[in-house]
């Protein structure tokens, strides 16, 4: 097997077209994502994103450390056929920086895939589906472009939206949530509050929206608040889904055992990377927990490797918010569009991730670059 000979890394600003709001955080202008590509002797290429936010995971430029200054001296020189030696490595090289680390076995399993002619679904484990359903965040403070949103989600075939609340008050989650249902009945609706609620007031507020039957709801209250998780979870008859609270496998373990939600979203970004994504999964399935594929502000990089891991985990079943590339962003970067089409995301076939992005693209978008 081939020897990674060579890494390089640019933090870059992508804009987006509208401001969003989450319980924990606004985006508005621009996105920071963190790009990688390792070089194997023969001059193949492979491709990694860190998609992170300072409110939830951490920031690029920890990122941008992360990968640059302690993670390189574990990969350059190494061959590729060590590749759990290297994530072992580079799990322990520095703490924390869940993203970069994403990035990292994003980037050696597109380098392998493209050596071996397979896509990256087939060394996860093999494809269980060939497309993903697409949910699409709905959360401008603008409610009335958001509406214009939902009229394009409809002509384009998307059927599942999930409204971000907590972020305002609780009569404009209510008000937004009668529009949609009232003028967008064959939508699929979920809510999620990013942690947004106030523990004195989080009962009744998701006891209201619940009225509404949402397909679920998704992390009301701070990560940390496991009991209140599990007494809103026990008191409400829509099923409630962890975020914030769940990570790794290391949080679904205890997730599992105090019974604070019937299912996770699971995020690459988060996890740490894309084997340990599928391994919260298939806890959650093992313990009869649902699974939903959750993003962060990612490119359509990051979609890829999120799609490929979808595709390889059965586990997860309720569809995946890749929606970025297609409805937030102004530009993506990758050198072909990421694939969405009537309202599901498909699945490449190509080797490695099935697209790469646009080197011109990612220069022309870096405010800061790193590599020999």
Known sequence: MQQITHMHVWHIQLPVNARRDHGIGSVEHSVDLVILRLRAED???????ASSWSVFTGSAEASFAAIDRYIRPHVVGRPLADRAAILADARYAVAHCTEAKAALETALLDLQGRISGLPVWALLGGRCRSTIPLSCSIADPDFDKDLALMARLRDDGVRIIKLKTGFKDHAFDILRLERLRADFPEFDIRVDYNQGL?????LSQVRDVAGFAPTFIEQPVKAHLFDLMARIRDDI???LLADESVFGPEDMGRAIQERIADGVSIKVMKAGGLTRAQTVARMAGAAGLTAYGGDMFEAGLAHLAGTHMIAATPEITLGCEFYQASYFLVQD????????????????DGPGLGISPDPDKVAHYAIQRSGT
Request: hydrophobic share 35%.
């Open 198 to 202: 106030h523990p004195d007031t989080a």
């Open 237 to 239: 008859n829509v099923p």
């Open 333 to 348: 970067i990758l050198a072909d569009p990421f694939p969405v089409k009537d309202g599901e995301v498909i699945v490449p």
């Open 43 to 49: 001059g193949t290429e492979g491709w990694g994103e």
